[in-house]
């Protein structure tokens, strides 16, 4: 795990999804990855932890938010949850449709997308954020900074992370000049540079600012 230089690291678990059990059994934690990035697409991830298996659970106890953990050990994470989690269900929408209809809307597609593949279907939602999602009909809670205060949404965050990041780095083979396999599109320097010397290529959010600007 990374170190916190700012604040003392704050562990997720079950507080949140304890507090609704007594009443709802599939309980899903939902989180997002690459809402800020200026390439390539955003992506959901919905999971279902065993909860009530002692055994699985103690496993997943180190489970944090995905920011607060390496490379390794999300991977390590993604592959721990990939084996034991009930259900898992991603979305993902490109950077065209980021600039249809907007990021907040893009996400809330790919949240809906990743709750609608997991079976058994979740009765309850924990969402990292603020971000709601009326169009599903099962009560939800939007928990900010979620993915370091419920285990659920931490895992949900791994799921997504990774899965992102692995397309990243298929979409740096396609676009060789702009190091998506370093950065995974997010706006450091390097990135900016490559846009600045080769333009905008067509996972690029055409809509963000940054890119916009750039482009003049």
């Given at each position: 795990m990374q170190t916190c230089t700012h604040a003392p690291c704050i562990m997720a678990d079950l507080e949140w999804e304890t507090a609704v059990s007594t009443h709802h059994t599939h309980i899903a934690g939902i989180d997002e990855a690459g809402r800020g990035a200026?390439?390539?697409?955003?992506?959901?991830?919905?999971?279902?932890?065993?909860?009530?298996?002692?055994?699985?659970?103690?496993?997943?106890?180190?489970?944090?938010?995905?920011?607060?953990?390496?490379?390794?050990?999300?991977?390590?994470?993604?592959?721990?949850?990939?084996?034991?989690?009930?259900?898992?269900?991603?979305?993902?929408?490109?950077?065209?449709?980021?600039?249809?209809?907007?990021?907040?809307?893009?996400?809330?597609?790919?949240?809906?997308?990743?709750?609608?593949?997991?079976?058994?279907?979740?009765?309850?939602l924990l969402i990292d954020g603020r971000i709601r999602l009326p169009s599903l009909n099962t009560p939800q809670q939007s928990i900010i900074r979620g993915d370091g205060k419920s285990l659920s949404i931490a895992a949900a965050s791994i799921i997504a992370k990774v899965t992102r990041d692995r397309l990243m780095v298929e979409m740096d083979r396609l676009y060789t000049a702009y190091g998506f396999a370093q950065h995974k599109g997010y706006?450091?320097?390097?990135?900016?540079?490559?846009?600045?010397q080769h333009g905008a290529c067509p996972t690029h959010r055409q809509t963000f600012a940054p890119i916009r600007q750039m482009l003049l």
């Open positions: 200026l390439a390539g697409p955003v992506v959901a991830a919905a999971v279902l932890l065993p909860l009530h298996d002692a055994r699985v659970m103690g496993m997943l106890t180190a489970v944090n938010d995905s920011k607060q953990l390496s490379p390794k050990k999300r991977d390590i994470f993604y592959d721990l949850i990939s084996q034991y989690a009930v259900a898992i269900g991603v979305g993902v929408e490109s950077a065209a449709v980021v600039d249809a209809l907007g990021i907040i809307q893009a996400t809330k597609r790919a949240m809906v997308t990743a709750v609608s593949h997991l079976d058994p279907p979740p009765d309850y706006g450091t320097q390097m990135h900016r540079d490559a846009i600045a």
